[in-house]
């Protein structure tokens, strides 16, 4: 008789232990990036992008990325003007990794999506360079190559967001 019951509180002290357990933290580091909306702007040799995201307090944002490139004449030479693209993802540490939609094309209505890595420096969000590898139709970031910051295209500054 007292087995069962013995089996029961054990069974029961397990299950009240494991509750508790695996739920995602709140404290997320993100250098000084609260909860709420951000947005930011970056300029380089004529071209131009704007960023605008909203972070909700796992660390999650959602927002816009929208990059204009002057001189479309290289591997980007299809992609002009992305206005209104959707960026989402999350922060890792002081790095935000995200997806980055896009239309393209001559006609604009191609989509694509990249992964976009920004590594949170002092006020500004630095934009990474890294080898991308495609798999079952979605690419992502090589991640047996490093990311690069020391070369980046964009340096985002902050701005204060329009309402």
């Known amino acids: 008789m007292k087995t069962p019951i013995y089996t029961l509180a054990f069974v029961a002290s397990i299950f009240l ?32 992008a704007t960023l605008t995201f909203d972070i909700d307090k796992y660390g999650s944002i959602k927002g816009q990325l929208n990059i204009n490139y002057q001189k ?32 393209s094309g001559k006609t604009g209505k191609e989509k694509y999506a990249n992964p976009v890595a920004l590594l949170h420096k002092g006020d500004t969000l630095v934009m990474g360079r890294g080898r991308i ?31």
Do not use: W
């Open 17 to 48: 232990f494991s509750c508790g357990q695996g739920k995602k933290s709140n404290a997320i580091n993100m250098g000084h990036l609260s909860e709420g909306k951000h947005c930011y702007v970056a300029a380089l040799e004529g071209d131009s």
């Open 72 to 103: 479309a004449d290289s591997a980007v030479a299809s992609r002009e003007n992305t206005a209104g693209d959707l960026i989402k993802g999350e922060f890792r540490g002081d790095t935000l990794f995200a997806d980055y939609s896009f239309k």
């Open 133 to 163: 590898y495609e798999y079952l139709g979605r690419t992502y970031f090589d991640p047996k190559t490093p990311i690069d910051f020391s070369k980046s295209k964009f340096r985002f500054m902050p701005v204060e967001c329009k309402k």
